[in-house]
């Protein structure tokens, strides 16, 4: 929009008027619609309606000076009709009035906002039967004056392995398929990254921070290599627990887990303990539930036996409290003892809530999490 010269009006009947008039308002349009920015919106204004030097003033002088007084009314007129157009013009292409005429909110109060319109209701959630079942063991404990503690998914090979007493290339390791952090290969073997295949490790990590008496339960995420199917997820849950004092038994083991179990699945289920191995318990030992669906008579889920086997524990190994004896020398195994036990909490959910794949605790699917709600 360059300054042009001012155009000439060379006769004054009304017909005349109209085609000088309607060439000016043409040349309004033409530089309206080419307005995008409210820069070039400004300077349309400046152009046409500056007060100094707009074109509408300049143009407005010259021909009032040469018009015929007669004439002058007939342009006048024309002249505000002009000026409306114009601030026509720059009222449409206004961001706010565009913003309106295509139904979007120009501000925080907007034509397009219709408070009378009933509000959308969130949904009310509800807990996952995993968690639901997590609070559950976890508060059991509290109960019986357990504290809780948590520790990190990716785990050193140290705290998963080492220091559990499962020593480099043990067999043992080979029970529970881990699953790396890649390119540690330059690292010392008990520095490299892996997502922790049980809760224990956190067994260390709080004997590391405080010294005896302890009680305390581990809730978490645990992953293994293993291939999903109808009781196998290579992601699921534990709830760790670990007691450590002067003077702790089996005895203490045996009644503290089965005051948990009666607590969790009612009062009639007897539990059982079975020897089994685990590197940092000596002596180690599977629980076994009587089973929750028959009773004990023997049924499908129970295999006929009556039993269920449900948790691993175990009186902590003393080469265990070697490990952590370098940061807290109370851990002395002379003077302490204690037991330690770890349970699936997926599985436990699934008894509990007769659940027959346990894919549908992972699958976010809203038609079985609302069954819980
Ligand atoms: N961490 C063991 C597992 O995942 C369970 C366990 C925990 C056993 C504590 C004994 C003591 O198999």
């Given amino acids: 929009m360059s300054q042009e010269t001012i155009p000439q009006l060379t006769a004054f009947d ?89 139904g979007r909110s120009a501000g925080p109060i907007s034509d397009a906002l219709d408070i009378t319109l009933p509000g959308i209701r969130p949904g009310l959630g509800a807990e996952h039967p995993l968690i639901k079942t997590l609070h559950e063991v976890v508060g059991i404990f509290e109960r019986m004056g357990y504290s809780v503690g948590i520790g990190p998914e990716v785990e050193t090979d140290y705290y998963n392995f080492e220091s559990l007493n499962f020593p480099p290339n043990h067999p043992a390791r080979d029970t529970q398929d881990t699953l790396v952090v890649a390119g540690q290969e330059k690292k010392p073997l008990r520095e490299r990254l892996l997502l922790r295949t049980h809760t224990s490790p956190v067994q260390i990590r709080t004997m590391e921070q405080q010294p005896p008496p302890l009680r305390i339960v581990i809730p978490g995420k645990v992953h293994r290599n293993d291939a999903a199917d109808a009781t196998h997820s290579p992601i699921f849950h534990q709830v760790e627990g670990l007691c450590v004092d002067t ?46 669906f028959c009773s004990g008579k023997g049924c499908r889920k129970c295999k006929h036996s009556g039993w269920i086997e449900l948790l691993g524990c175990g009186m902590v190994d003393p080469a265990v409290f070697g490990f952590v004896r370098e940061k807290q020398s109370a851990y002395d195994p002379k003077k302490i003892s204690g037991f330690a036990f770890g349970m699936g909490i997926d599985r436990i959910a699934m008894m509990k809530y007769g659940i027959s794949d346990i894919g549908l605790l992972y699958s976010g699917d809203m038609r079985f999490l609302e069954q819980f709600a």
């Fill in 247 to 292: 003077n702790i038994t089996f005895s203490d083991l045996k009644g503290t887990l089965d005051h948990a179990m009666k607590e969790l699945f009612g009062s009639s289920v007897k539990t059982r303990f079975f020897p089994s191995f685990f590197p940092f318990t000596e002596p180690s030992a599977d629980v076994q539930i009587s089973c929750i």
């Fill in 14 to 102: 009304v017909a005349a008027l109209d085609r000088s008039f309607g060439e000016l308002l043409r040349s309004v349009q033409q530089e309206a619609a080419r307005m995008v920015s409210a820069d070039d919106r400004e300077k349309f204004r400046l152009y046409w309606l500056g007060r100094k030097q707009g074109r509408l003033k300049s143009i407005g002088e010259a021909w009032l000076k040469t018009a015929p007084v007669e004439a002058k009314k007939a342009i006048g007129q024309r002249f505000n009709q002009l000026k409306e157009q114009i601030e026509q013009a720059l009222d449409a292409g206004s961001p706010s009035v565009a913003a309106r005429a295509a």
